[in-house]
T-cell receptor, first 113, second 112 residues
Framework: DVKVTQSSRYLVKRTGEKVFLECVQD?????MFWYRQDPGLGLRLIYF???????EKGDIPEGYSVSREKKERFSLILESASTNQTSMYLC????????????FGPGTRLTVT | DQQVKQNSPSLSVQEGRISILNCDYT??????FLWYKKYPAEGPTFLIS?????DKNEDGRFTVFLNKSAKHLSLHIVPSQPGDSAVYFC???????????FGGGTRLMVKP
């Protein structure tokens, strides 16, 4: 079974803090994704990566950056957290060049106060 | 503007009856569609998918129907069980890439 793990289930940060969310997958998947989930808006793609050191912006990249130094690990960085970044953050991975089935981690509930 | 919409935020169904969850899309470039199920405090899990070359795909109690001319898909669950209570997301993809566009989700409640 594919396993996608996220470093924290719950996180509380203050406005202006730098926040790191870590994601690790154990199935050697090429593609990794970061989403945020908000009520009524579904899952919105922040960034994705199709290879080490490669990244592409999703629908809502503003205020976020990412890092992929190793194939199994994809980090989401909030350079200066703001209250409107309070959300559920979900990491996912998928295999291959065109494979739509994504496997998700359990999510990190981030609260910025 | 949301390219994938689930217009019913919630649905309540009696155990044993059929659950029908609907999804509409606007982008005619979408040619692959998926349904995901999400329980509280867990990540979404893949449920069933359909390619645009088909109009129906069935997996046990779950059937997805695709109407390309109407840009509409639906998920049928028969018979519904209390364990099906979850949030269901539809997602769409363009075969040229590996990004998914998700709808807003429908919360299904199956009453015993």
């Amino acid at each position: 079974d594919v396993k996608v793990t996220q470093s924290s289930r719950y996180l509380v940060k203050r406005t202006g803090e730098k926040v790191f969310l870590e994601c690790v997958q154990d199935m050697d998947h090429e593609n990794m994704f970061w989403y945020r989930q908000d009520p009524g808006l579904g899952l919105r793609l922040i960034y994705f990566s199709y290879d080490v050191k490669m990244k592409e912006k999703g629908d809502i990249p503003e205020g976020y950056s990412v890092s992929r130094e190793k194939k199994e690990r994809f980090s989401l960085i909030l350079e200066s957290a703001s209250t409107n970044q309070t959300s559920m953050y979900l990491c996912a991975s998928s295999e291959g060049a065109v494979n739509h089935e994504q496997y998700f981690g359990p999510g990190t509930r981030l609260t910025v106060t | 503007d949301q390219q994938v919409k689930q217009n019913s935020p919630s649905l309540s169904v009696q155990e044993g009856r059929i659950s029908i969850l609907n999804c509409d899309y606007t982008n005619s470039m979408f040619d692959y569609f998926l349904w995901y199920k999400k329980y509280p405090a867990e990540g979404p899990t893949f449920l069933i998918s359909i390619s645009s070359i088909k109009d129906k795909n069935e997996d046990g109690r779950f059937t997805v129907f695709l109407n390309k001319s109407a840009k509409h898909l639906s998920l049928h669950i028969v018979p519904s069980q209390p364990g099906d209570s979850a949030v269901y997301f539809c997602a769409a993809a363009n075969n040229a890439g590996n990004m998914l566009t998700f709808g807003g989700g429908t919360r299904l409640m199956v009453k015993p």
